[in-house]
């Protein structure tokens, strides 16, 4: 285990109704806020409204930026600090998902920066301030409601790059399991997928000796395979969308990787999936993690893998090792395909050969050769995105 530093102040208002604790938090360090949406699902389920109406009755005014993509664009980051800085806001409110708090963190930034936000992207060190960030988490999937990262895509660079800083740790966020009701079938799904993802890029580590942060581990990922196809099969089921979403917040904000080393090997090979081709995240890891963890299974790493065998598939731990460890990847697989409904294959989600060699150089970073579960060098990875394409 090594040594950690372990903050999470983010004030969390977790259950229905909990949006009317917005304004008052708001408003205790800001009176104009930068209200931060996407493609218009908030104004089709009501959650605009509720958020307008806390923040009229707080006396917090406001200046709107809708229209976030999914994988945000560096663009989408410029306007909304031009606009905090020709407004003087005060702090930036993101309502939506992930990409919608992702691109208001480097608003935040941005607005008190003075050169190109995408310098902020590609060099975290040049983050000095960031405004006070506060969310409305809408899907349950990456996290950012609760962490300090973000990930920002430029389109005419094919980048798509994280970067963080401690004040981009919203101060609050409004968890309403609620406003998750409306997801759509395949946001869900992928959602779910990137919960698990956070979970695995922990659980498969070098340092695998932490029984608490594996034991917590293993209870995300148990309960996404409960709660992923009850969400599915049934949209407004409170108590799936619940746990789905404090799974969102606990996979990676420190808890479960705090002590280990972590080189987000899979994350790092589906980024490039995303900014070559604009597919869904979670799509991308499902689709990536059965042929990773194939690849990575050796006699090295074969204990772990039984131990998820066993402890999260409910194998019989008196099975040869080979086969509980092959079994957990197939019944992997088989819950993102046929449970999820997640597509099986690259060529699905429109992904040839003609790029494979690219992005594997470019996801083949120090960390992955250095700090990852197994060391990945480009040719592992042209090797994981070939197995993938069907
Ligand atoms: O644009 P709107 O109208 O909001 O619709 C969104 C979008 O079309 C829709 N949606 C969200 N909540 C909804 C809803 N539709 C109906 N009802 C609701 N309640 O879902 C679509 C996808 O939204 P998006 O925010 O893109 O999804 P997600 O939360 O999965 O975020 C993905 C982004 O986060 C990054 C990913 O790379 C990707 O860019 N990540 C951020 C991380 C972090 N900050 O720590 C870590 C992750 O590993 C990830 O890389
Ligand atoms: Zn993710």
């Known amino acids: 285990m090594y040594n950690f530093d372990f903050c999470v102040s983010t004030q969390i208002f977790f259950g229905k109704g909990q949006v009317v604790k917005l304004g008052p938090a708001i408003k205790k360090v800001a009176d104009k806020v930068l209200l931060v949406y996407g493609g218009g699902s908030i104004k089709r389920n009501g959650v605009y409204d509720d958020v307008v109406r806390t923040l009229n009755d707080s006396g917090v005014e406001f200046v709107e930026l809708p229209g976030v993509e999914p994988n945000p664009r560096v663009t989408t980051v410029k306007k909304g600090g031009d606009l905090c800085k020709e407004h003087g806001l005060q702090a930036v409110l993101a309502v939506g998902g992930g990409s919608t708090i992702d691109c208001s963190k480097v608003i935040g930034a941005a607005a008190l920066y003075d050169g190109d936000p995408w310098d902020l992207v590609v060099d975290r060190t040049k983050i000095q301030k960031v405004l006070p960030i506060f969310s409305v988490l809408t899907a349950s999937a990456t996290g950012s409601e609760m962490d300090n990262g973000a990930v920002i895509s430029n389109m005419e660079t094919n980048d798509k790059l994280g970067t963080g800083h401690p004040g981009m740790l919203p101060v609050a966020s409004v968890l309403d399991p609620v406003y998750t009701y409306t997801c759509s079938a395949h946001q869900t799904s992928a959602g779910t997928a990137d919960i698990m993802s956070h979970t695995f890029e922990n659980y498969f580590s070098k340092a695998d000796d932490f029984m608490l942060l594996d034991g917590m581990a293993e209870a995300i990922l148990k309960t996404c395979i409960k709660y992923g196809p ?161």
Request: a negative charge; hydrophobic letters at 45%.
């Open 230 to 390: 009850i969400a599915l099969e049934k949209p407004d089921d409170y108590e799936a969308r619940a746990n789905l979403m404090w799974a969102s917040s606990h996979a990676i904000n420190g808890l479960i990787s705090k002590g280990k080393a972590d080189a987000w090997s899979v994350h790092s090979m589906e980024h490039q999936l995303s900014a070559y081709y604009d597919i869904t995240h979670g799509d991308g890891l499902a689709i990536l993690t059965p042929a990773w963890m194939r690849h990575v299974l050796s006699d090295a790493t074969l204990d772990r893998f039984v131990k998820y065998g066993v402890n999260v598939w409910g194998l019989d731990p008196a099975l040869p090792k080979r086969e509980i460890a092959e079994k957990a990847i197939d019944l992997t697989q088989d819950f993102f395909v046929n449970k999820m409904h997640i597509p099986a294959t690259l060529r699905e989600v429109g992904i040839d050969e003609s790029k494979l060699e690219i992005m594997a150089q470019k996801a083949s970073t120090k960390a992955l050769q250095t700090a990852a579960f197994v060391p990945l060098y480009p040719e592992d990875v042209v090797a994981i995105y070939k197995s993938c394409l069907g």
